[in-house]
């Protein structure tokens, strides 16, 4: 089946180290996406691709990297730089919205802590 | 500065119970209304609305916007267990990239 995975499902991170974050997909997808979610708050845009060796910066792009060099992944790297990591994490694709207006598909997530 | 409102926050019915969820947006720039469901994972899309005025159904599930007052609806009937989830309100707006605003959601819970 098409769908996005996201690896691992729960992480945790001491203070001082960067991890990364995995999302794949096989929905052939052009635009892949990364959200945080804090309790009671909507999801909120960390960075986006819309095509292979660009990516853009969203609004809360700071203490975050990412990479885009192959169509299927968009791993997320948290830095050190990002002093409150703690939340949920979620990836998304889409077929880009000028071609049809499709929804964003979203992976499970990644739950990261703070030791 | 885009926002989109979800009310209420939170709300607790029993089974078979008619809920109706809120959600209002100040986006410039609008293309469409889409509404999710979260049960603690994936978001898994519902509805997509672009015109005002037409309903979509899915069984129990509806939802209908209004662009002139800004404000859409989503209406569950007969609500089950099953339909306790999270549901988030986002707007898509019209911009170089498929940006799309989310609401906080509103968490139902549906009791025996």
């Known amino acids: 089946d098409g769908g996005i995975t996201q690896s691992p499902k729960y992480l945790f991170r001491k203070e001082g180290q960067n991890v990364t974050l995995s999302c794949e997909q096989n929905?052939?997808?052009?635009?892949m996406y990364w959200y945080r979610q804090d309790p009671g708050q909507g999801l909120r845009l960390i960075y986006y691709s819309q095509i292979v060796n660009d990516f853009q910066k969203g609004d809360i792009a700071e203490g975050y990297s990412v990479s885009r060099e192959k169509k299927e992944s968009f791993p997320l790297t948290v830095t050190s730089a990002q002093k409150n990591p703690t939340a949920f994490y979620l990836c998304?694709?889409?077929?880009?919205?000028?071609?049809?207006?499709?929804?964003?598909?979203f992976g499970d997530g990644t739950r990261l802590s703070i030791l | 500065e885009d926002k989109v409102v979800q009310s209420p926050l939170s709300l607790v019915v029993h089974e078979g119970d008619t809920v109706t969820l809120n959600c209002s947006y100040e986006?410039?720039?609008?293309?469409?209304l889409l509404w999710y469901k979260q049960e603690k994972k994936a978001p898994t899309f519902l509805f997509m609305l672009?015109?005002?005025?037409i309903e979509k159904k899915s069984g129990r599930l509806s939802s209908i916007l209004d662009k002139k007052e800004l404000f859409s609806i989503l209406n569950i009937t007969a609500t089950q267990t099953g339909d306790s989830a999270v549901y988030l309100c986002?707007?898509?707006?019209?911009?170089?990239?498929?940006?799309?605003?989310f609401g906080p959601g509103t968490s139902l819970s549906v009791i025996p």
């Open positions: 929905l052939n997808h052009d635009a």
């Open positions: 986006v410039t720039n609008f293309r469409s």
């Open positions: 998304a694709s889409s077929i880009r919205q000028k071609v049809s207006d499709q929804p964003q598909h």
């Open positions: 672009t015109s005002s005025g």
């Open positions: 986002a707007v898509l707006k019209l911009t170089s990239y498929d940006k799309v605003i």
